[in-house]
């Protein structure tokens, strides 16, 4: 019952007035800003904290990698029930904050070995790489009329097949390489591309914190993989 008051409280994106439409990506790209910036502080408070690092990094072994997935992906799921299918703005917020801190949570190992190896610098690479990208993936489909909602059943199976290579590769020992880091670029672009298409056909005006959250979550995924990247360069 909540939640076809909420969709019936919200006017389609696709359906909105030029100046609604305008404020709801004002909103959207403004979260994702501040989600941003919010993971980086709270990702720089966490590497301080000599504990929950050794803690962290004792989870990418062998099966506890694993749990640690599976316990991302649930805290992903009930995030994304909170900001989507909340009346309440305060539920949403705090949807996409608990996101936030699962995605920082699970940087803790990978950007602690790439300070710990490489430094600030190539941490720096990525993310420029990752900006400029989700920029111009963005800029594509802003500019373009392609129809990227295409795109949908390519990602699904793309994301299944990631997964069980990601299970394979712990439960038999084998290092997935470069090329599948490359792989998860290109599907993590391809992401990009179809949540920002489908922020006009999926979302109302009213729910520029869900549209948020659905982009941060691929820009992360991008970035991760980029690190990756540029990490096995050193």
Known sequence: MENQQFYNANQLVADATNVERANF????????????LLFVIIESLLLQIDPLVTFMLSLTQG?????LLGGFMGITWVAQKMAYGSLSKSKQYLGYLLYIIAEALIFVPM???ALYYGGTFVIK?????????????????????ADFSVLRG??????????GLVIAGMLFGFDLGLWFSVGMCALAGG????????????????????AA???????????????????SRD
């Open 25 to 36: 990506y004002k909103h959207t790209y403004g979260h994702v800003a501040g989600g941003v």
């Open 63 to 67: 099966y506890l990698w694993l749990a």
């Open 111 to 113: 950007l602690y070995i």
């Open 125 to 145: 690479q990525a993310a420029v790489v990752t900006g400029g990208l989700f920029v111009g993936l963005s800029a594509i489909v802003f500019l373009t009329k």
């Open 154 to 163: 390519a990602l699904t199976i793309g994301f299944f097949l990631a997964i």
């Open 191 to 210: 992401a990009i591309l179809y949540n920002t298409h489908q922020l006009r056909y999926e979302f109302g005006t009213q729910q520029y914190i869900a």
């Open 213 to 231: 959250l659905s982009l941060f979550a691929s820009l992360m995924l991008l970035f991760w993989y980029i690190l990756r990247i540029f990490m």
